[in-house]
């Protein structure tokens, strides 16, 4: 194992259904990815990028292979530990959103501490949601919300406990041009002055394009893998 090295995957597939009905979502993928790394991962809809991310997350399970992160074999975790590594490692943003509707800008954003029965640090709350030009909409629900703010208040949750990995799937998928934008910078931000390790899925090669590496996958498989800067 690489001392930078932050994710190994081995061999990793998923099936879904059996006989004629049988998907192969995910055929024997493997590869590792460093600390600080920004990779993104491309390909058209039902390649399985969602799929890989999903496991990678610990919110599908494989069929078979295997997923370490900051060399844990998540899938060896019982479910009970896998949740709460899950919670403390793995920093999860959607295209949808998934915020808590009755939960509040401020809460919403610390809820995987709140989960994890941790303090809040304030001044560290405070900073995050300056950072994330949400400072004046901290008490509004996600229903007094635009889409681009919504999609804040997740990354804003995903970065709150300091996790080894951040995963993002599609999530401009839902934004118009001038909010997609904005969400890549803040991303690419987390990356670059936080030195977080980002994975993010997507189906558009200008956003691609803005990572450090781009992993082409195509029928479950990875086919081309490309360091475009450092």
Do not use: C, W
């Not at 004046?136 to 804040?152: D, K, M, T």
């Not at 980002?198 to 479950?220: K, N, V, W």
């Amino acid at each position: 194992m690489s001392i930078l090295e932050i994710l190994r995957v081995e061999n990793l597939s998923k099936v879904y259904g059996s006989g004629p009905t049988q998907v192969r979502a995910l055929d024997s993928v493997s590869f590792t990815v460093d600390q600080g790394e920004f990779v993104a991962v491309l390909g058209p809809s039902g390649s399985g990028k969602s799929t890989l991310l999903h496991i990678i997350g610990g919110v599908d399970r494989p069929t078979s292979g295997k997923v370490y992160i900051e060399n844990t074999d998540i899938y060896a975790l019982d479910e009970t530990n896998l949740a709460i590594f899950r919670r403390r490692q793995i920093g999860l943003i959607y295209q949808f959103y998934n915020l808590i509707p009755v939960l509040n800008v401020e809460e919403n954003t610390a809820l995987p501490l709140l989960l994890d029965g941790r303090e809040v640090d304030k001044a560290q709350l405070d900073r995050l949601l300056a950072k994330l030009n949400l400072t004046g909409r901290r008490n509004h629900l996600p229903n007094q919300l635009s889409g681009g703010e919504q999609q804040r208040v997740s990354i804003g949750r995903a970065l709150i406990s300091n996790p080894a990995l951040m995963l993002a799937d599609e999530p401009t998928g839902n934004l118009d041009s001038a909010n997609s934008a904005d969400i890549v910078r803040l991303l690419r931000q987390a990356n670059q002055e936080l030195n977080q390790t980002l994975i993010l899925i997507t189906h558009d090669e200008s956003i691609a394009l803005q990572a450090g590496r781009i992993m082409y996958m195509q029928d479950g498989r990875i086919v081309r893998d490309e360091v475009i800067r450092r």
